[in-house]
């Protein structure tokens, strides 16, 4: 690969933490806005709920725009508007009448950056000239995971030396990484993934090939897959080491992430030793054994070491699925990427959603929920074999 595509990559690994950082920092400081502001914390959850909400919304609209407006314009712009919401933090809550509006817009705007950046940077990525892209994806991918155990265990770490009450300097702190990182984007080349002289799927192309339909099947199930479990691991961590809930929130999140990062990092490692097809399926069976394990475990510790095992295994579901998406609809273009994250992220809501309903219905059983939400890796590991069927498909 060409010297300056290299740093086009390093940038998507940066980008991938910006998104880590813009998905994880707010939560931590939920209890401080209660305090600080006064707010009550049923309205403070609900800035997670307009995050991804509204980053939902650009995965479905940028399909439309993003080509016209061209790759490096909407990345650069992705950071600006990170880098503004999370600056926004500091100051619109003191801005505002009422500081919830500020905190409310700050997050607004950071998450219309997350949201093209999720669209943007696995393209960017797929169109570089590497040898193993599927090593490159899956590694991309492992960067949210430490992105993710890098916010919390340094934002925590920063809070025990310099307190709580200084949290808006590490705000800005954060703030700085994507300001940084859009000066790399400037410089660096961005291929396109459609060659010259060709152009790429329309959404009725896509919409009209079976193919597509069972990558946005497969994309939902590794988001289901994911967060089904993930979203309440601090429960099993709590329960499984007998520790104050604080502690909970730390070791099963950072235990899942870390062993998620684990598995892309293994796989951008020594992919090209090892099938995708395999690999994945594999993974799905082993996700789905995790499932029986925190459901059938006597002991609430091994309900943890499932949680962990689920992590492990899911890792290269996302990344695997954008990559064989690549392979077999070599004209998707953007278009496709921000449809399958869409569906991602529809699995992400839907799996946790889903276990909470069941879980609830069933007296607040949370293994019950959990039980019924094993049809998403079953159905993954369904739509692999599905694809090592008719491996030689290449559709556009």
């Given at each position: 690969m060409k010297p300056n595509y290299q740093k086009t990559i390093y940038a998507c690994f940066i980008g991938y933490i910006v998104q880590a950082v813009v998905n994880n920092f707010v939560p931590l400081l939920f209890l401080t806005f209660e305090k600080s502001y006064h707010i009550p914390l049923s309205r403070i959850t609900m800035l997670i709920t307009i995050n991804f909400g509204i980053q939902l919304l650009v995965d479905l609209l940028s399909a439309g725009f993003v080509d016209k407006i061209g790759y490096r314009i909407s990345v650069v712009l992705a950071h600006i508007f990170a880098a503004a919401g999370l600056a926004g933090l500091v100051f619109l809550p003191d801005l505002m009448p009422d500081p919830f509006a500020g905190l409310l817009l700050a997050v607004c705007i950071y998450a219309l950056g997350g949201g093209l950046i999720e669209v943007l940077i696995s393209p960017i990525v797929q169109s570089c000239p590497t040898d193993n892209k599927e090593k490159a994806m899956s590694l991309l991918h492992s960067f949210y995971c430490w992105g993710h155990v890098g916010v919390v265990l340094l934002s925590t770490v920063f809070f025990s030396v310099f307190g709580i009450g200084n949290w808006k300097i590490l705000a800005c702190i954060w703030a700085l990484i994507p300001v940084l990182n859009v000066f790399l984007f400037v410089q660096t080349p961005i291929a396109s993934l459609i060659e010259e002289g060709e152009t790429g799927m329309s959404i009725r192309e896509l919409f009209c090939s079976k193919v597509f339909w069972l990558m946005m099947l497969m994309m939902l199930c590794a988001g289901a897959s994911e967060q089904a479990v993930s979203q309440w691991a601090s429960i099993f961590a709590e329960k499984g080491l007998g520790v104050t809930k604080t502690i909970g929130d730390l070791a099963g999140p950072m235990l899942f992430a870390i062993l998620m990062g684990s598995s892309r990092a293994f796989y951008g490692k020594m992919g090209h030793k090892?099938?995708?097809?395999?690999?994945?399926?594999?993974?799905?069976?082993?996700?789905?054994?995790?499932?029986?394990?925190?459901?059938?475990?006597?002991?609430?510790?091994?309900?943890?070491?499932?949680?962990?095992?689920?992590?492990?295994?899911?890792?290269?579901?996302?990344?695997?699925?954008?990559?064989?998406?690549?392979?077999?609809?070599?004209?998707?273009?953007?278009?496709?990427?921000?449809?399958?994250?869409?569906?991602?992220?529809?699995?992400?809501?839907?799996?946790?959603?889903?276990?909470?309903?069941?879980?609830s219905a069933a007296s607040d059983n949370l293994k019950t929920g959990i039980l019924v939400a094993i049809v998403f890796p079953v159905v993954m590991a369904w739509g692999i074999c599905l694809c090592k069927k008719h491996k030689n498909i290449s559709v556009g």
């Open positions: 090892i099938d995708l097809d395999r690999f994945m399926f594999g993974s799905s069976v082993l996700c789905v054994l995790s499932y029986l394990l925190i459901v059938l475990s006597p002991l609430p510790v091994f309900s943890l070491v499932g949680c962990g095992i689920c992590g492990l295994s899911v890792g290269i579901m996302w990344p695997g699925t954008f990559s064989k998406a690549s392979s077999v609809l070599r004209k998707g273009g953007i278009a496709m990427f921000a449809l399958l994250a869409l569906a991602g992220d529809l699995g992400c809501s839907g799996g946790p959603t889903l276990v909470g309903a069941v879980a």
